[in-house]
Protein backbone atom coordinates (compact mmCIF):
# COMPACT_ATOMS: atom_id res chain seq x y z
CA UNK A 1 0.00 0.00 0.00
CA UNK A 2 1.29 3.54 -1.16
CA UNK A 3 2.46 5.70 1.98
CA UNK A 4 0.43 9.10 2.52
CA UNK A 5 2.21 12.23 2.71
CA UNK A 6 1.15 12.64 6.04
CA UNK A 7 3.19 9.30 7.21
CA UNK A 8 6.23 9.89 5.46
CA UNK A 9 5.88 13.77 7.14
CA UNK A 10 5.71 12.28 10.27
CA UNK A 11 8.37 10.13 9.79
CA UNK A 12 10.48 13.45 8.82
CA UNK A 13 9.66 15.19 11.65
CA UNK A 14 9.81 12.21 14.47
CA UNK A 15 12.91 10.43 13.13
CA UNK A 16 14.32 13.84 11.24
CA UNK A 17 14.76 12.17 8.20
CA UNK A 18 12.38 10.23 5.28
CA UNK A 19 13.19 7.00 3.26
CA UNK A 20 14.14 6.76 -0.03
CA UNK A 21 12.06 8.25 -2.74
CA UNK A 22 12.15 7.28 -6.46
CA UNK A 23 13.01 10.21 -8.99
CA UNK A 24 10.71 10.78 -12.22
CA UNK A 25 13.76 11.31 -14.63
CA UNK A 26 16.69 9.01 -14.23
CA UNK A 27 18.54 10.03 -16.95
CA UNK A 28 18.84 13.96 -15.63
CA UNK A 29 20.56 12.28 -13.10
CA UNK A 30 22.92 9.91 -15.64
CA UNK A 31 23.62 13.03 -17.22
CA UNK A 32 24.96 14.94 -13.74
CA UNK A 33 27.21 12.23 -13.12
CA UNK A 34 28.57 11.83 -16.45
CA UNK A 35 29.74 16.01 -15.91
CA UNK A 36 31.04 15.20 -13.12
CA UNK A 37 33.96 12.59 -12.98
CA UNK A 38 36.59 14.73 -12.58
CA UNK A 39 35.32 17.37 -9.52
CA UNK A 40 37.03 17.20 -6.33
CA UNK A 41 35.15 15.66 -2.65
CA UNK A 42 33.59 18.51 -2.37
CA UNK A 43 31.78 21.31 -5.07
CA UNK A 44 30.30 23.93 -4.24
CA UNK A 45 26.97 25.28 -5.41
CA UNK A 46 26.88 23.60 -8.66
CA UNK A 47 23.50 24.80 -9.38
CA UNK A 48 24.73 27.81 -10.17
CA UNK A 49 27.31 26.25 -12.87
CA UNK A 50 25.42 23.31 -14.12
CA UNK A 51 22.32 23.32 -16.40
CA UNK A 52 22.08 19.83 -15.96
CA UNK A 53 22.11 20.44 -11.91
CA UNK A 54 19.34 22.56 -12.32
CA UNK A 55 17.10 20.37 -14.46
CA UNK A 56 17.93 17.68 -11.80
CA UNK A 57 16.50 19.39 -8.87
CA UNK A 58 13.47 20.31 -10.95
CA UNK A 59 12.50 16.63 -11.07
CA UNK A 60 8.58 16.51 -10.19
CA UNK A 61 9.09 14.01 -7.73
CA UNK A 62 11.64 16.30 -5.60
CA UNK A 63 9.57 19.38 -6.00
CA UNK A 64 5.97 17.28 -5.21
CA UNK A 65 7.74 16.05 -2.03
CA UNK A 66 9.25 19.62 -0.97
CA UNK A 67 5.76 21.42 -1.98
CA UNK A 68 4.09 18.22 0.47
CA UNK A 69 6.70 17.79 3.20
CA UNK A 70 8.32 21.43 3.84
CA UNK A 71 5.43 23.68 2.02
CA UNK A 72 5.74 26.63 -0.12
CA UNK A 73 8.73 29.92 -0.22
CA UNK A 74 11.54 27.84 0.21
CA UNK A 75 14.64 29.15 -1.44
CA UNK A 76 17.50 26.69 -2.54
CA UNK A 77 20.56 28.97 -1.33
CA UNK A 78 23.08 26.07 -1.25
CA UNK A 79 24.00 22.67 -3.39
CA UNK A 80 26.81 20.39 -3.05
CA UNK A 81 28.43 17.55 -4.99
CA UNK A 82 29.79 14.68 -2.99
CA UNK A 83 31.57 13.37 -5.36
CA UNK A 84 33.29 9.68 -3.65
CA UNK A 85 35.97 7.91 -5.85
CA UNK A 86 36.97 4.95 -4.58
CA UNK A 87 39.34 5.10 -1.23
CA UNK A 88 37.15 8.57 -0.67
CA UNK A 89 37.33 9.67 3.37
CA UNK A 90 34.98 9.52 5.86
CA UNK A 91 33.00 12.42 6.20
CA UNK A 92 32.30 12.76 9.83
CA UNK A 93 29.46 13.46 11.95
CA UNK A 94 27.99 16.95 11.80
CA UNK A 95 24.97 19.04 10.66
CA UNK A 96 23.89 21.55 7.89
CA UNK A 97 21.60 23.97 9.58
CA UNK A 98 24.44 26.49 9.33
CA UNK A 99 22.28 29.45 10.82
CA UNK A 100 19.04 29.75 11.95
CA UNK A 101 18.24 33.38 10.97
CA UNK A 102 20.77 36.18 9.71
CA UNK A 103 23.71 35.62 13.00
CA UNK A 104 20.83 34.21 15.28
CA UNK A 105 21.67 31.03 17.04
CA UNK A 106 21.06 28.33 15.32
CA UNK A 107 18.01 26.29 17.30
CA UNK A 108 16.83 22.56 17.32
CA UNK A 109 13.72 23.68 16.92
CA UNK A 110 10.90 22.65 14.26
CA UNK A 111 9.21 26.36 13.92
CA UNK A 112 12.06 27.61 11.81
CA UNK A 113 13.13 24.38 9.59
CA UNK A 114 15.62 24.04 6.97
CA UNK A 115 16.01 21.28 4.93
CA UNK A 116 18.18 19.13 3.00
CA UNK A 117 17.71 17.11 0.12
CA UNK A 118 19.96 14.47 -1.07
CA UNK A 119 19.81 12.65 -4.45
CA UNK A 120 21.63 9.38 -4.69
CA UNK A 121 23.28 9.97 -8.21
CA UNK A 122 24.76 6.41 -8.60
CA UNK A 123 23.31 4.14 -5.36
CA UNK A 124 24.84 4.64 -2.13
CA UNK A 125 25.55 1.70 0.20
CA UNK A 126 27.53 0.00 3.01
CA UNK A 127 30.81 0.03 0.92
CA UNK A 128 31.04 3.28 -0.96
CA UNK A 129 30.04 6.27 1.35
CA UNK A 130 26.58 5.29 2.78
CA UNK A 131 24.81 8.05 5.09
CA UNK A 132 24.35 7.46 8.79
CA UNK A 133 21.96 9.69 10.61
CA UNK A 134 21.47 9.80 14.53
CA UNK A 135 17.53 9.76 14.90
CA UNK A 136 15.92 12.84 16.65
CA UNK A 137 18.89 14.75 17.02
CA UNK A 138 17.48 17.60 14.23
CA UNK A 139 15.42 18.60 17.86
CA UNK A 140 17.26 17.06 20.61
CA UNK A 141 20.60 17.71 21.79
CA UNK A 142 21.44 14.47 23.23
CA UNK A 143 23.04 15.99 26.13
CA UNK A 144 26.04 16.64 23.74
CA UNK A 145 26.25 20.26 24.23
CA UNK A 146 26.05 20.98 20.42
CA UNK A 147 27.28 24.35 19.18
CA UNK A 148 24.90 27.13 18.48
CA UNK A 149 27.22 29.35 16.56
CA UNK A 150 26.09 29.46 12.87
CA UNK A 151 28.56 28.17 10.09
CA UNK A 152 30.11 31.40 9.45
CA UNK A 153 31.13 32.03 13.12
CA UNK A 154 32.43 28.79 13.94
CA UNK A 155 36.20 27.95 12.75
CA UNK A 156 36.20 24.98 9.92
CA UNK A 157 37.57 22.20 11.81
CA UNK A 158 34.97 22.49 14.44
CA UNK A 159 31.76 21.71 11.68
CA UNK A 160 32.64 17.62 12.54
CA UNK A 161 31.96 16.05 16.26
CA UNK A 162 34.96 13.90 16.80
CA UNK A 163 32.80 11.42 18.21
CA UNK A 164 29.94 10.04 19.34
CA UNK A 165 28.98 8.77 23.04
CA UNK A 166 27.84 5.47 23.42
CA UNK A 167 24.09 6.34 24.30
CA UNK A 168 23.78 8.31 21.04
CA UNK A 169 25.57 6.05 18.82
CA UNK A 170 22.67 3.20 19.73
CA UNK A 171 20.77 5.83 17.88
CA UNK A 172 22.39 5.71 14.53
CA UNK A 173 20.75 4.56 11.33
CA UNK A 174 22.25 3.28 8.63
CA UNK A 175 20.45 4.97 5.03
CA UNK A 176 21.21 2.63 1.94
CA UNK A 177 20.00 4.53 -1.01
CA UNK A 178 19.10 3.04 -4.40
CA UNK A 179 20.12 4.95 -6.99
CA UNK A 180 18.06 7.61 -8.33
CA UNK A 181 16.73 7.63 -5.07
CA UNK A 182 16.48 10.73 -3.15
CA UNK A 183 15.44 11.62 0.61
CA UNK A 184 14.58 14.88 2.50
CA UNK A 185 16.09 15.20 6.04
CA UNK A 186 15.82 18.11 8.42
CA UNK A 187 19.30 20.15 8.16
CA UNK A 188 20.06 20.17 11.89
CA UNK A 189 19.97 16.38 11.95
CA UNK A 190 23.56 14.91 12.79
CA UNK A 191 24.97 12.85 10.03
CA UNK A 192 27.71 11.53 8.19
CA UNK A 193 28.82 9.53 5.32
CA UNK A 194 31.66 6.29 5.58
CA UNK A 195 34.73 6.00 3.53
CA UNK A 196 34.10 4.71 -0.29
CA UNK A 197 35.68 1.04 -0.11
CA UNK A 198 34.46 0.18 -3.59
CA UNK A 199 36.20 0.40 -7.13
CA UNK A 200 33.32 2.52 -8.57
CA UNK A 201 32.80 6.25 -7.97
CA UNK A 202 29.72 7.13 -5.69
CA UNK A 203 27.89 10.64 -5.95
CA UNK A 204 25.45 12.76 -4.00
CA UNK A 205 23.57 15.70 -4.52
CA UNK A 206 22.91 17.99 -1.39
CA UNK A 207 20.17 20.61 -1.67
CA UNK A 208 19.97 23.15 1.30
CA UNK A 209 16.09 24.68 1.33
CA UNK A 210 15.53 27.39 3.75
CA UNK A 211 11.93 29.94 4.02
CA UNK A 212 12.87 32.42 1.47
CA UNK A 213 12.15 35.33 4.40
CA UNK A 214 15.27 34.67 6.38
CA UNK A 215 18.07 36.85 6.24
CA UNK A 216 21.46 34.70 4.37
CA UNK A 217 24.43 35.45 6.32
CA UNK A 218 26.46 36.95 3.19
CA UNK A 219 28.86 34.92 4.16
CA UNK A 220 27.12 31.71 3.24
CA UNK A 221 25.18 32.61 0.02
CA UNK A 222 24.90 35.58 -1.96
CA UNK A 223 21.98 36.96 -3.45
CA UNK A 224 23.23 35.35 -7.00
CA UNK A 225 23.13 31.10 -5.05
CA UNK A 226 19.73 31.93 -4.26
CA UNK A 227 17.12 30.62 -6.35
CA UNK A 228 13.19 30.50 -5.79
CA UNK A 229 12.35 26.15 -5.48
CA UNK A 230 10.89 25.23 -7.31
CA UNK A 231 13.80 27.23 -9.64
CA UNK A 232 11.03 28.95 -12.04
CA UNK A 233 13.77 30.73 -13.61
CA UNK A 234 17.54 29.47 -14.59
CA UNK A 235 20.21 31.92 -14.43
CA UNK A 236 22.25 32.75 -17.85
O1 LIG B 1 27.40 12.42 0.57
C1 LIG B 1 28.18 12.67 1.48
O2 LIG B 1 29.30 12.15 1.52
C2 LIG B 1 27.80 13.60 2.57
C3 LIG B 1 26.41 14.09 2.44
C4 LIG B 1 26.02 15.11 3.44
O3 LIG B 1 26.63 15.31 4.45
C5 LIG B 1 24.82 15.91 3.17
O4 LIG B 1 24.13 15.66 2.19
O5 LIG B 1 24.56 16.83 3.92
FE1 LIG C 1 25.81 16.91 5.57
Known sequence: MPTSWQDIKRTLD????????????PEAADAVFEETAKLALYTRNPHI???TVRQLVSDPAITEAVAQLCGSGF???RSAFFNKVPGAREIGWHHDKHFSDGDDLV????????YSVFISVTQTG??????????????????MNRDPRPYHQRPPNEHNLPGLSPAVEARVIATPLPQYTFMVFHSAILHRSLQNTSG????GLALRLSPGDLTFPEAQATAKDILPYPCATVPA
Open 14 to 25: ERGFTDPMTLRF
Open 49 to 51: RFE
Open 75 to 77: VLW
Open 107 to 114: KLEMDLPH
Open 126 to 143: SDNGMLEFVAGSHVDDLD
Open 200 to 203: DRRL
